[in-house]
């Protein structure tokens, strides 16, 4: 009986360690440092937002078009597709156009988790931390620009 109360009681720990976590505790600002990781970063207007549902997922990711204004790393074209898989807070069921401080991943980058479409740009954001998407204005869209110079 002992014997079986202890192995109950380790198969439960192994349990929870196991289980993936699916949400964080702690939402943590985006740290200016990760923009070296971007691989364009620009200022855009957002437009044709719509949330993607898949099975992976249920919350979906985003995708959107970006209608370049300025770009500050990088290259990119006057218009880009991206996509947003922010299953750490939940996406926004609308966006303003902006314009907004963005910055971006090449498909398959190690920076980002969840690569939501493949041959798309991501919004560059780590677990647990504000994905780099800020409005013209804003302290950390200053914070950014200022971060890479500009």
């Given at each position: 009986?002992?014997?079986?109360?202890?192995?109950?009681?380790?198969?439960?720990?192994?349990?929870g360690v196991a289980?993936?976590?699916?949400?964080?505790?702690?939402?943590?600002?985006?740290?200016?440092?990760?923009?070296?990781?971007?691989?364009?970063?620009?200022?855009?207007?957002?437009?044709?937002?719509?949330?993607?549902?898949?099975?992976?997922?249920?919350?979906?990711?985003?995708?959107?078009?970006?209608?370049?204004?300025?770009?500050?790393?990088?290259t990119a074209t006057?218009?880009?597709?991206?996509?947003?898989?922010?299953?750490?807070?939940?996406?926004?069921?609308?966006?303003?156009?902006?314009?907004?401080?963005?910055?971006?991943?090449?498909?398959?980058?190690?920076?980002?988790?969840?690569?939501?479409?493949?041959?798309?740009?991501?919004?560059?954001?780590?677990p647990c931390a504000?994905?780099?998407?800020?409005?013209?204005?804003?302290?950390?869209?200053?914070?950014?620009?200022?971060?890479?110079?500009?």
């Amino acid at each position: 009986m002992r014997n079986h109360l202890v192995h109950l009681l380790l198969l439960s720990a192994l349990a929870g360690v196991a289980t993936p976590a699916f949400a964080c505790r702690v939402h943590n600002p985006a740290e200016m440092a990760d923009l070296a990781e971007a691989d364009v970063i620009l200022w855009g207007r957002i437009s044709n937002y719509a949330i993607v549902p898949n099975e992976r997922n249920p919350g979906g990711h985003a995708r959107f078009d970006i209608l370049v204004d300025d770009v500050l790393k990088g290259t990119a074209t006057d218009r880009v597709t991206a996509t947003w898989d922010n299953s750490t807070f939940g996406l926004p069921e609308a966006m303003p156009a902006g314009p907004f401080l963005i910055a971006l991943r090449h498909p398959g980058s190690d920076a980002i988790s969840g690569n939501a479409a493949r041959g798309v740009f991501t919004v560059l954001q780590r677990p647990c931390a504000e994905a780099f998407l800020f409005a013209r204005g804003s302290a950390q869209a200053a914070a950014a620009a200022k971060s890479i110079g500009r």
